[in-house]
């Protein structure tokens, strides 16, 4: 019986807690469909006031992905380490062509390369191949 309501109390604790976290990102004014892995938070978080929209934060996510897709082009047998640091060396100075007047932390900005590194095609041709076959099994059975 006692474990049956520690169970009760639990779970009211836990719908207490998702209500109180809605609460406070409504508080802030945050909708959650607009932020992309969270990084939307992130950044407007260094932007000022007047920069901080959500149409500035898809600039910033789509040059960023324009230079790691630039660099995993020109940069193939590189390691990846060394990848990583290009990229942010040009997407910092992709970011200073956008003319804000705050800046965002590198940090940020490795964080958003290595999502967008993640989200680019394979290139190993036979791990791609055996994706795509199982997809299909999957489709036909």
Not at 15 to 37: P, S, V, W
Not at 66 to 77: P, Q, R, T
Not at 80 to 108: G, H, M, P, Q, V
């Amino acid at each position: 019986m006692a474990q049956l309501i520690t169970q009760y109390v639990l779970i009211i604790f836990l719908i207490l807690g998702f209500a109180y976290l809605i609460y406070l990102l409504n508080d802030r004014e945050i909708k959650i469909r607009d932020d992309y892995f969270g990084i939307t938070y992130c950044i407007l978080n260094t932007l000022e006031l007047s920069e901080a929209t959500a149409e500035d934060v898809k600039n910033i996510i789509r040059t960023i992905s324009g230079v790691v897709s630039f660099i995993e082009a020109n940069y193939k047998d590189e390691e990846n380490s060394l990848k990583e640091e290009k990229a942010l060396s040009l997407a910092r100075s992709a970011i200073n062509a956008l003319n804000f007047t705050s800046t965002i932390d590198d940090e940020s900005i490795r964080f958003i390369i290595r999502i967008a590194s993640a989200c680019l095609p394979p290139t190993n041709k036979i791990l791609w191949y055996k994706v795509k076959k199982t997809e299909l099994m999957f489709l036909f059975f």
